[in-house]
């Protein structure tokens, strides 16, 4: 088979991008400058206003930006985050770095994002933050979530990590505040050329804490206000993104048409569960997620016509070796579970051909009528 169909083309990006992204490099090179600085200022700046928000804090990827929010907020031992049970590791690794105790919420199966539903039964005396997770670049359906964390006085912090559209800001009326932490590893939807991720908030306060926390507990060089960590986002990584975003709206555009051809074409093939859009609540399309009982099947299936697939991902927290020592069982979770079991990632990216996506959708239905 000569036909080659990669999950995501991350040197088309570049060359999309070459000319802003040379610039970019040969400006910081030029300019002395190689941690913290204007550089990454100016892309702070930039990215706060494309989502909306008042500040934003670069830090070095975005489990970091999710732990310096904890730290942030004073949440540690003894307190307890009420996390999705369906997720990728990071969203619990968060919770454990900082001393907490991870409480696991069952997603709604149709969008695979925490079920809010199930959020109050969850809630105890020692409950400070809940942290939907936006996975796939579903938007989680926040109005209730925002009502349960207000009459509640819980914190909220978003795991924004696959989640990256224009007015993406974390919700604003949070009576305890809220932030969102964001990746931009290589292959999100805006990704830098390494680890880097940042923290976007309103709150004037937390801002200047991550700020300090992120650089040795200090604002001003030697001076340590608080135990804090080395995690900044560093001028050169600062500077690719800059010169990506002003392309993010116009790829985001390119992989909603992709993710609607998938829709429309894949429909009604008996077995084949595709992407739900949740009511009022934009996606991003990061990933474009099917699931299918015979998983693994259809993976080998497409991968002997030279298409690459991903799983997303192929155990949930809870029965990773890392989480053992909780005690939880195969069948303690058994939503996200089905999903782990099931879930598979197909081609997507705002550089893929409507043929390669044509070429992809006739493999999936020639897979589901032969399995009939």
Not at 160 to 181: E, I, T
Not at 198 to 207: I, K, M, P, R
């Amino acid at each position: 088979m000569d036909k080659k169909i990669p999950f995501l083309d991350l040197k088309a990006a570049y060359l999309e991008a070459k000319d802003a992204i040379d610039t970019a490099y040969q400006r910081v090179m030029d300019s002395g400058w190689y941690i913290l600085g204007e550089e990454l200022e100016a892309f702070e700046s930039e990215f706060a206003q494309f989502s909306g928000a008042r500040h934003c804090i670069g830090v070095g990827n975005g489990l970091e930006a999710l732990v310096l929010i904890f730290l942030a907020k004073g949440i540690g031992p003894g307190d307890e985050v009420i996390v999705p049970s369906n997720t990728y590791i990071a969203s619990w690794l968060a919770v454990s770095m900082v001393g907490a105790k991870v409480v696991p919420v069952e997603p709604k199966l149709a969008t695979y994002n925490l079920n809010q539903e199930l959020i109050e039964a969850a809630i105890t005396p020692t409950t400070k933050a809940i942290m939907p997770v936006h996975l796939y670049g579903q938007k989680a359906e926040m109005k209730l979530i925002t009502e349960i964390a207000n009459r509640h006085g819980l914190f909220l912090i978003e795991d924004s990590a696959q989640m990256q559209l224009r007015g993406h800001a974390p919700v604003k009326d949070v009576s305890a505040g809220s932030a969102a932490g964001f990746s931009f590893y290589p292959g999100k939807n805006l990704g830098a050329f390494g680890d880097a991720g940042c923290v976007v908030t309103d709150d004037d306060n937390l801002a200047e804490t991550l700020k300090k926390l992120r650089n040795y507990g200090s604002k001003q060089k030697y001076y340590n206000e608080v135990k804090g960590r080395n995690s900044r986002l560093d001028p050169l990584q600062a500077a690719f993104l800059r010169a990506k975003l002003p392309l993010l709206e116009s790829w985001n555009l390119r992989r909603a048409q992709i993710a609607e051809y998938y829709r429309e074409t894949l429909a009604g093939l008996d077995g084949l569960v595709l992407p739900v859009i949740a009511a009022g609540c934009p996606h991003a399309w990061h990933i474009f997620a099917i699931r299918h009982p015979q998983r693994d099947a259809l993976q080998a299936w497409l991968v002997e016509r030279g298409i690459g697939t991903l799983i997303h991902y192929p155990i949930p927290p809870h029965l990773s070796e890392a989480y053992s020592d909780l005690g939880y069982r195969k069948g303690d979770f058994p939503i996200a579970e089905e999903i782990h079991q099931t879930e598979l990632s197909l081609p997507m990216g705002p550089h893929m051909s409507m043929e390669d996506a044509a070429y992809v959708a006739s493999a999936i239905r020639e897979f589901c009528q032969n399995s009939d």
